[in-house]
């Protein structure tokens, strides 16, 4: 995000400065305007070919970039669209934090992924590369999914493999379920704090939000129970197992209490389980689907998060008329999940690589947790992390009362620090400040630096 707004300024600059250039004229070299402008290559190339686009520089492969023939660019007016789209559904700012990269220089302790070292790229390098010489990778696949893969993805859920949907991974999928599933302008009921990503999904999808607040055991039933009689939602988000930022977990009595309550309502729970795969301590609490056997449960699993970013593999497993339905719109969205990636997550998951990887994924996380845990507790005094996660890639930190999150955010972007600031996580105002904290992205050594360097931003606070 820092660096597409650093692109655009200095793309600005250029074009002040191409108004007064002539027709034809030359361009300095991308390294020499990199060091005018004290940017990166890639950022001084984004800048060009933003310029461009608009039709006010021609770039000759060899010879360089000049001046195209308009020498002062008409401003556009788009006043017109304001006044046609009306009024904007999903939330900037959210949207904005989810795709926010981290610089060369910074230390990304935002970040919903793994850190490239952690992914097995190795293995997908090698099963790529298979995977591109077999026809079948290039043919089209069922708009379902290829049936092996659908299998692999079953076993898990104790599913029908005609239960499962293959989606582009997990985020497409929310969208896709909660557009599915329900009307716009009915109402989906989330734990609070949630995963920014279902709030917008649902913003997406025109839904009003009602939130439930939830502890370290997950949602709390009785005030679900409040919601679903309040609101007569037919929709209930949840991530029972290593929830999205706090890390909690289901407990067992209130899982009952949820299918309950669902099926009491008539309504629909989908269960979002991204973190299946990155349990640290222990063993993760089965799905939520395996107890309901009444298709109240929808589940979404995905691979991105356990593999690698852009391992775009998910699926939806979905029972009765519900599942048939988000079979058959499926082909709406598009044809199929593409069978090269397809074929890459089949051969993974069914490798004797998928044991190794998580294996070592589970130390690897073990190690990063309990280093951003213990540089928390000695470098910042003044914040509590009350919970340390049995899994997930997040620790959610409360800070002292009155600190401005999104203050301390931008403050800590500044100093080379992504953090994610607490009040994205509310559908509502948040009732505390809390920040999250990801340490799945940064090696051990960027985690414990991180920490420092938000020390005296606190206390300047």
């Known amino acids: 995000m820092k ?77 017109w669209q304001s006044a046609t789209l009306g009024r904007a559904r999903v939330d900037a700012r959210r949207a904005a934090r ?3 990269y981290a610089g060369t220089d910074d230390i990304q302790l935002s970040w919903g992924y793994l850190a490239p070292e952690l992914q097995p790229l190795d293995e997908l390098r090698t099963l790529g590369a298979r ?21 692999v993805f079953a076993s898990e859920f104790h599913a029908d493999p005609a239960e499962v ?13 909660m557009r599915t599933l329900t009307e716009p302008g009915t109402t989906l009921i989330t734990e609070s704090p949630s995963y920014p990503g279902a709030i917008i999904a649902a913003q997406a999808a025109g839904l009003d939000l009602a939130a439930v607040p939830a502890d370290a055991d997950g949602i709390q039933p009785d005030r679900l129970a409040d ?16 929830a999205n930022p706090t890390g909690a977990v289901l407990g067992s009595g209130r899982r009952e209490e949820v299918l ?3 099926a009491r309502y008539g309504a629909f729970v989908i269960e979002d389980d991204w973190a299946r795969h990155l349990s640290i301590d222990g063993t993760p609490p089965s799905p939520l689907f395996t107890q309901d056997p009444d298709g109240h449960v929808v589940s979404i699993a995905t691979l991105t998060k356990p593999v690698a970013p852009g391992l775009r593999v998910g699926a939806i497993i979905a029972r009765g008329p519900a ?14 999940v593409p069978p090269l990636t397809q074929e890459i997550a089949l051969s993974l998951l069914t490798s004797s690589a998928w044991p190794r990887h998580l294996k070592r994924l589970r130390n690897r996380l073990a190690e990063r947790r309990d280093t951003m845990i213990a540089e928390a507790h000695a470098s910042l005094p003044g914040v509590r992390v009350a919970h340390t996660p049995r899994g997930g890639i997040h620790v959610w930190a409360r800070l002292p009362e009155g600190t401005d999150t999104t203050a301390l955010t931008a403050a800590a972007l500044d100093a080379g620090v992504l953090i994610g600031d607490g009040s994205h996580f509310y559908a509502d105002e948040p009732p505390a400040p809390c920040i999250r904290l990801s340490y799945s992205a940064a090696s051990t050594p960027q985690i414990a630096e991180g920490i420092r360097r938000l020390a005296p931003l606190l206390d300047a606070g």
């Open 3 to 79: 660096n597409d707004n650093r692109a655009s300024l200095i793309a600005e600059i250029l074009r002040d400065r191409i108004a007064g250039m002539r027709v034809g004229q030359k361009l300095p070299p991308v390294r020499e305007l990199s060091k005018e402008f004290g940017a990166s290559p890639a950022t001084i190339t984004q800048a060009i070919a933003s310029l461009s686009a608009l039709g006010a520089v021609r770039a000759e492969p060899g010879r360089g970039t000049f001046v195209a023939g308009r020498d002062r660019l008409p401003e556009p007016d788009y006043s």
């Open 131 to 151: 995977a591109a010489r077999s026809p079948r990778a290039w043919s089209m696949a069922p708009a379902t999914g290829l049936a092996d893969l659908r299998r």
């Open 323 to 336: 599942g048939e339905r988000l079979r058959t719109a499926r082909i709406a969205d598009d044809m199929c």
């Open 260 to 262: 309950r309550l669902a």
């Open 165 to 177: 949907l293959i989606v582009p991974g997990g985020q497409q999928a929310l969208v896709f379920a």
């Open 227 to 242: 919601a679903l009689e309040r609101t007569r939602a037919t929709l209930i988000y949840l991530q029972p197992c290593y």
């Open 98 to 100: 989810l795709g926010a």
